[in-house]
T-cell receptor
Framework: GAVVSQHPSRVICKSGTSVKIECRSL??????MFWYRQFPKQSLMLMAT?????????EQGVEKDKFLINHASLTLSTLTVTSAHPEDSSFYIC????????????FGQGTRLTVV | RKEVEQDPGPFNVPEGATVAFNCTYS??????FFWYRQDCRKEPKLLMS???SGNEDGRFTAQLNRASQYISLLIRDSKLSDSATYLC??????????FGTGTSLTVIP
């Protein structure tokens, strides 16, 4: 099946710095990629939908200037957390929707961000 | 109202027990339903899709009730390795997926 590769798997950064998370589709082209955030003991919450060649769509309450999404190619979507703060510490995960012959979504391995 | 509602648990059951999870969804036009399993600090992995007629995979049985807008997951003969969080996932339209809060299961020796 399709594989989505996400990295880094874990990152610790200082408050005020920016962190970039990459999500690659390895054997298929993903025109759309979903970015989720998961706080401890909570479910995955959709943050935004990245679209290749156009602007990302953000969910209500997600600051687009803080969470920059770029989908420059059909195999790469990036999420940059700008000026990170401790409250941004979370598990970030990307997901590619199913293709024409698949029914399940494919997830990256997730990135655990800790801002100190 | 949330798209998907799920009892977060936790469920603590002895080995060999049968346990059931339920999940309700708000969009009556939803087409696809899934149960995912998520281990601590890992990405969710598909456990099984849920079909209208119900489906079974070994010790796992999934049911869909469209009239009441809920889906269920039954695990028989629980194993220690079944300990995880089980996520109810609904695909109401297009490529969008909505997740329940997850139900935490711990199987005790």
């Amino acid at each position: 099946g399709a594989v989505v590769s996400q990295h880094p798997s874990r990152v610790i950064c200082k408050s005020g710095t920016s962190v970039k998370i990459e999500c690659r589709s390895l054997d298929f082209q993903a025109t759309t990629m979903f970015w989720y955030r998961q706080f401890p003991k909570q479910s995955l919450m959709l943050m935004a939908t990245s679209n290749e060649g156009s602007k990302a769509t953000y969910e209500q309450g997600v600051e687009k200037d803080k969470f920059l999404i770029n989908h420059a190619s059909l195999t790469l979507s990036t999420l940059t957390v700008t000026s990170a703060h401790p409250e941004d510490s979370s598990f970030y995960i990307c997901s590619a929707p199913p293709g024409a012959y698949e029914t399940e979504a494919f997830f990256g391995q997730g990135t655990r961000l800790t801002v100190v | 109202r949330k798209e998907v509602e799920q009892d977060p648990g936790p469920f603590n059951v002895p080995e060999g027990a049968t346990v059931a999870f339920n999940c309700t969804y708000s969009n009556s036009a939803s087409q696809s339903f899934f149960w995912y399993r998520q281990d601590c600090r890992k990405e969710p992995k598909l456990l099984m899709s849920v079909y209208s007629s119900g489906n079974e995979d070994g010790r796992f049985t999934a049911q869909l009730n469209r009239a009441s807008q809920y889906i269920s997951l039954l695990i028989r003969d629980s194993k220690l390795s079944d300990s995880a969080t089980y996520l109810c996932v609904v695909n109401p339209r297009g490529n969008q997926f909505y997740f329940g809060t997850g139900t935490s299961l711990t199987v005790i020796p």
